[in-house]
């Protein structure tokens, strides 16, 4: 299986911020990778498919980038609603692994 | 608007089989540009893709290799719905259990191009004696 890691593990910032998520794939996979961001109790919400495909309605404040092992996700000025965990998950291979998460809470 | 209702029972003694149901509106199962997944969530394990199912002309399904042995992902076509089932669960396999649909229209001809863009709400699952 394709082991899939997210840095950091906890990260605080404050609304209006810029931050950078960064995932990384045990091997490459191309730009097969999609985010996602959970709130508690909720399923989690695509953001970016193929690396940095923006979903419908997702705003243009989130942005991700990279090929092969080494992807990251942007957030500029961070909104309240943004506190929450991102997941990254690789769509290369079976199983389609997904990273532990990065969770953004308010500093 | 499509969406993705699940229903299936929360509670499982170990050894028992696990069936969960996932109902589709807005969208169906027999489409030629949708897959229907199952994902789970645990503390211990975290976010885990279990398996898929897809019409291309016929149907397929795809599985996590570590439980293949234990898991079926079958279509309803006369409920539009599709369906989870893992015999023999043990403790391990509480977590709580999503259906998900990947869309493949758009921006690309690639399949591996697309994640998965509508949930069901979650199933609370849990095994214990």
């Known amino acids: 299986d394709i082991q899939v890691t997210q840095s950091p593990t906890f990260l605080s910032a404050s609304v209006g911020d810029r931050v950078t998520l960064t995932c990384r794939a045990s091997?490459?996979?191309?730009?097969?990778l999609a985010w996602y961001r959970q709130k508690p109790g909720n399923a989690p919400q695509l953001l970016i498919s193929?690396?940095?495909i923006l979903q419908r309605g997702v705003p243009s404040r989130f942005s991700g980038s990279g090929s092969g092992t080494e992807f990251t996700l942007t957030i500029n000025n961070l909104e309240p609603e943004d506190f929450a965990t991102y997941y990254c998950?690789?769509?290369?291979?079976?199983?389609?692994?997904f990273g532990p998460g990065t969770t953004v809470d308010i500093k | 608007q499509v969406q993705l209702r699940q229903s299936g029972p929360g509670l499982l003694k170990p050894s028992q089989t696990l069936s969960l149901t996932c109902a589709i509106s807005g969208d169906s199962v027999s489409s030629d540009s949708a897959t229907w997944n199952w994902i789970r969530q645990s503390p211990s394990r975290g976010l885990e893709w279990l398996g898929r199912t897809y019409y291309r002309s016929e149907w397929h399904s795809d599985y996590a290799e570590s439980l293949r042995s234990r898991i079926t992902i079958s279509p309803d076509t006369s409920k539009n719905q599709f369906s989870l089932q893992m015999n023999s669960v043990t403790p391990d396999d509480t977590a709580v259990y999503f259906c998900a649909r990947v869309e493949e229209v758009g921006y690309s001809f690639d399949s591996n191009d697309y994640g998965l863009d509508v949930w069901g709400q979650g199933t609370t699952v849990t095994v214990s004696s």
């Open positions: 091997q490459g996979i191309m730009t097969y």
């Open positions: 998950q690789q769509l290369h291979s079976f199983p389609f692994t």
């Open positions: 193929a690396t940095s």
